[in-house]
């Protein structure tokens, strides 16, 4: 079964950062694509940005130049560094995985974790 673990969400100040990490565990595929994605109230769920086994990115406008996706495979974890945040950047972070060879376009991800809060303020 596959496990997703989210954390280093946070509060922080305008122009801070936080760096989320997605413990994941339970499976041994070596290909597949994983993905940030967030929902603030109200609104719907968006991808942040993904990254595939092969170790492409892909992000999306609003992360661009201020957002890094990245893995660590000796630690299946992913990981987020979020930098310059904006007040629009407060919702619910969840990372997501498919045992797919491609992120994009979008696949639907069959894993999900239960999310970290990020809340920045200005």
């Known amino acids: 079964h596959v496990h997703l673990v989210e954390s280093g969400g946070g509060s922080v100040q305008t122009g801070g950062s936080l760096r989320l990490a997605c413990a994941a565990s339970g499976y041994t595929y070596s290909i597949y694509c994983m993905g940030w994605f967030r929902q603030a109230p109200g609104k719907e769920r968006e991808e942040v940005a993904n990254?595939?086994?092969?170790?492409?990115?892909s992000y999306a406008d609003s992360a661009k130049g201020r957002f890094t996706i990245s893995q660590d495979n000796a630690k299946n974890t992913l990981y987020l560094q979020m930098n310059s945040l904006k007040p629009e950047d407060t919702a619910m972070y969840y990372c997501?995985?498919?045992?797919?060879?491609?992120?994009?376009?979008?696949?639907?991800?069959?894993?999900w974790g239960q999310g970290t809060q990020v809340t920045v303020s200005s």
């Open positions: 997501a995985a498919v045992f797919l060879s491609y992120c994009n376009p979008p696949p639907d991800f069959a894993y």
């Open positions: 990254i595939d086994s092969d170790g492409s990115t």
